[in-house]
């Protein structure tokens, strides 16, 4: 069993079962399928796809933060700026690797 923990309070959160073997080998075989097949995708897409993760981290950066700050015990106005940062970071990462692919 896993339990999160808000090491600022030492407050118990979540609980979550242990995955069996089995299941975590059906898990990474799942995410290998789905790098073989998103590794094909055009670039326009990812670049959309990162642009639309943007525009949902600015929408819900208070459920972020509300999260980061049980998981990680941030500081809430620490955990807004760093959701806020994260939405400004995503359409400059896709920026910046379209730059890195046209060369």
């Not at 399928?33 to 981290?57: D, G, K, V």
Request: some cysteine.
């Amino acid at each position: 069993m896993i339990v999160t923990v808000n090491p600022a309070t030492g407050e118990r959160g979540a609980t979550f079962d242990s995955l069996t073997e089995a299941q975590l080998d059906e898990r990474l075989a799942r995410a290998v399928e789905a790098f073989r097949t998103y590794r094909h995708t055009a670039f326009a897409q990812r670049a959309a796809w990162m642009e639309s993760a943007a525009r949902i981290l600015e929408a819900e950066k208070d459920t972020f933060a509300r999260i980061m700050t049980l998981e990680m015990g941030k500081p809430l106005a620490a955990a807004r700026q760093e959701a806020t940062k994260c939405a400004t970071a995503c359409p400059s990462y896709a920026i910046s690797q379209s730059a890195r692919c046209s060369r």
